[in-house]
């Protein structure tokens, strides 16, 4: 076996044997690594305010907003526009953000362990769909459930989970993948999944009923409350894996509705970038063609981690998204077989007699079959304030895995 081999063999090992756990809910500034006070973390690989999309930008002026920076939308602008506020990837401080990623110091985020090799990942908590800062609006409204979200949600789940213990993320995000779920564009089995575990903490905390009641009903009314936790227990996996000599495996895939960016094993430290593509759009009632933005978030790390549309069979809801049939759904999950480098013996897929998911993006492979991984998503208006417009289908461009073996052959020759 050669040395490509031999690491690629080692990074996805460790990636199969992490065992990513929640452990509570902190502020961020108390616990990502590098947060600082006016220091906004965002989705994608780093990029400046100069260059963010519209509804990056929208989210920062929301999230300047919500911490007391400025008293409008606008003055935060000005304030980044004067270089005010320090921006830097989520990717680069242990953390994922869904769509703009946008996190704040005073946001309480999750914190997930891999309680096989030590190492923590953080993000912030789901707002919902629709008209939500991730998708770069801004109103009062979103702030006051911003508000309300730091004022009551967070408390009550903190105190929960001191009660609870460590949550096994892994084990529910292997029981809803035989429920339907992607976990990805779907995350309904899982969300359930997890409030049942907390449910029965949440009202031993003594709580007031009102709020234990409002705060249920929230995250069983969102079929996303869980994409937040899956997306920091697949970093917690990939992260795992990264870092390894001679690895051509992909341990990050993400965007800010700007560049695309990838970071690779064997090639730590360094981000490959491309400009994003349009996702081809399933629209939400009331919006068209024209409407959709660039593609955009760091939920990207689920097809990192061979979920989302590489696991698109397991989730028949979400077809229309990748063509309308059942079959195109298995296409689709059968194709990114051509790319990987193994199966994940933790996460199967019923429909195809139980295989394990694809796992270990492999720079050569990519470019060798010229198949891009294929990715779904939700999709955000191209304008800051408006928010979600539906979900979509993307492909990964294929510029930055190019620049990516360049670079690996520059480094080891191989």
């Known amino acids: 076996m050669g040395k490509i081999e031999e690491a690629n063999e080692k990074a996805v090992k460790r990636i199969i044997e992490a065992k990513p756990v929640a452990i509570g809910i902190k502020k961020a500034k108390d616990v990502i690594p590098g947060m600082k006070e006016h220091m906004l973390l965002h989705a994608g690989p780093p990029i400046t305010w100069e260059r963010m999309c519209d509804p990056q930008r929208g989210a920062v002026m929301g999230a300047a907003v919500f911490e007391g920076w400025a008293d409008t939308p606008e003055e935060a602008a000005k304030m980044a526009e004067r270089g005010e506020i320090e921006f830097a990837a989520c990717h680069d401080h242990d953390s994922v953000g869904p769509m703009a990623g946008i996190t704040s110091p005073s946001m309480s985020v999750y914190m997930v362990k891999n309680e096989v090799h030590g190492n923590m990942t953080y993000c912030n908590l789901n707002e919902g769909l629709g008209k939500v800062l991730r998708y770069g609006a801004y109103s009062k409204e979103v702030l006051d459930r911003l508000r309300w979200m730091e004022s009551e949600m967070a408390p009550l789940l903190t105190e929960a989970f001191k009660r609870s213990g460590p949550i096994d993320l892994a084990g529910i995000m292997a029981k809803a993948l035989h429920m339907g779920d992607e976990l990805h564009c779907r995350n309904t089995a899982a969300s359930l999944i997890f409030l049942k575990a907390m449910a029965p903490h949440m009202v031993e905390t003594g709580f007031d009923r009102r709020v234990v009641g409002k705060v249920m009903k929230f995250m069983g009314e969102n079929e996303l409350t869980f994409l937040q936790l899956s997306m920091a227990a697949a970093k917690a996996a990939a992260d795992a894996g990264h870092g390894i000599e001679y690895s051509t495996i992909v341990t990050t895939m993400t965007r800010n509705g700007t560049d695309f960016g990838i970071r690779v094993s064997g090639l730590p430290g360094q981000w490959f970038t491309a400009p994003v593509a349009i996702p081809k759009t399933l629209f939400f009632p009331g919006f068209k063609e024209g409407d959709e933005g660039g593609d955009i978030g760091d939920s990207t790390i689920m097809e990192t981690m061979g979920f989302g549309n590489f696991a698109c069979i397991c989730a028949p809801a979400v077809v229309q998204v990748v063509g309308g049939t059942v079959k195109d ?62 979900f979509g289908l993307v492909r990964a461009p294929m510029d930055c895995f190019k620049k990516a073996l360049k670079a690996f052959t520059e480094k080891y020759g191989a």
């Open 329 to 390: 759904a298995e296409n689709f999950t059968r194709e990114m077989r051509e790319i990987t480098a193994t199966k994940h013996k933790g996460f199967t897929i019923p429909y195809m007699n139980f295989e394990g998911t694809s796992l270990g993006i492999d720079i050569r492979k990519v470019v060798g079959t010229g198949i891009a991984p294929s990715i779904n998503t939700g999709v955000t208006h191209k304008k800051a304030g408006v928010g979600g417009v539906g």
